[in-house]
């Protein structure tokens, strides 16, 4: 995996991860992949976590199962 920090035309931090696919293997068998500010040299960025899911209704519940999110977590689905 490839973290890094870029600076965008507009002057705002650009957050860049290169996924091998060794990366997307383990994202398939269920292993997130967390990273944080302070990796990338961003540290009032929150931490990351990539996980993977077929649909978005399986993703939210396998984060709701692990305890992730709740009924008060905002949820943006993109399509």
Known sequence: MIRA???????RHVLVLGLSRGNVERLLDGQ??????????I???ASVLIVFGETEAVLEAEM?????I???T???RST
């Open 5 to 11: 920090r870029a600076m965008g035309t507009d002057g």
């Open 32 to 41: 997130p992949i967390r990273v944080t500010g302070e990796s990338v040299g």
């Open 43 to 45: 540290p009032d960025l």
């Open 64 to 68: 709701r199962n692990a305890g992730l």
């Open 70 to 72: 709740s009924d008060e």
């Open 74 to 76: 905002v949820i943006r």
